[in-house]
C-alpha cells in the first residue's frame, strides 16, 4: 500500500521554483511550507470589487517590483490566519493553478503582504497533499527556471 501512495507522488524540497499559470506568473521561488495549511501569495493593493471578486498585484521577485503582475479573480473564502509570529489577520483567499514539478494542483492560496519574508509565496499542506512528497534536506527538485530568470532574483532567499 506504501508503494501505491508513492508511485503517484511527486517529491520536492525545502524551496522550489514554482509558476502560476491562470494568473500569468511564469516563474515565482516557493518555499514549501508543511506548518502552514493553505499557501500564501505576497500581493499588493488588494481591492475588493462588486461580485465577490478581489483585484491585487503580484510583484514575483523579492526587493523588486519589476514584471509587476495584475489579477483579478473570484473569492474563494475569508480566513482568520496566524502568523509563525503568533499574530491573526483575516485574510481573502482564492483559488490559483499551481505549477509545481511538472504538476498542476488548484491551491488555496491567501492574500498577504509578505515583503519583509525571504520568499514571495508559501505553498502550504493543501495543495502539497495532492500529490506531493517533501523533502526537507533538498532544494529545487522540481528543475531550476531558466538562467535568465534566476538572474533577475539573484542574492535574494
Given amino acids: 500500500m506504501a508503494d501505491d501512495l508513492h508511485s503517484n507522488t511527486v517529491a520536492v524540497g525545502w524551496r522550489e521554483w514554482a509558476g502560476l499559470p491562470g494568473v500569468g506568473v511564469p516563474w515565482i521561488k516557493v518555499k514549501i511550507d508543511t506548518g502552514a495549511r493553505s499557501s500564501a501569495l505576497h500581493t499588493f493593493d488588494i481591492e475588493e470589487l462588486d461580485g465577490n ?19 483579478e479573480c473570484d473569492i474563494h473564502d475569508r480566513r482568520v490566519v496566524r502568523s509563525s509570529s503568533g499574530h491573526t489577520e483575516e485574510r481573502i ?6 505549477a509545481l514539478a511538472g504538476r498542476t494542483v488548484q491551491a488555496e492560496t491567501t492574500l498577504s503582504n509578505r515583503d519583509q519574508m525571504g520568499f514571495r509565496m508559501l505553498v502550504g499542506r ?7 512528497l517533501v523533502d526537507p534536506g533538498k532544494s529545487f527538485l522540481g528543475g531550476r527556471a531558466p538562467r535568465d530568470v534566476r538572474r533577475r532574483n539573484r542574492g535574494r532567499a
Fill in 53 to 71: 471578486r478581489v483585484r491585487f498585484t503580484v510583484h514575483p521577485w523579492q526587493d523588486s517590483d519589476a514584471d509587476a503582475i495584475a489579477v
Fill in 93 to 98: 483567499v482564492v483559488l490559483l493553478d499551481l
Fill in 126 to 132: 493543501e495543495a502539497l497533499r495532492q500529490g506531493f
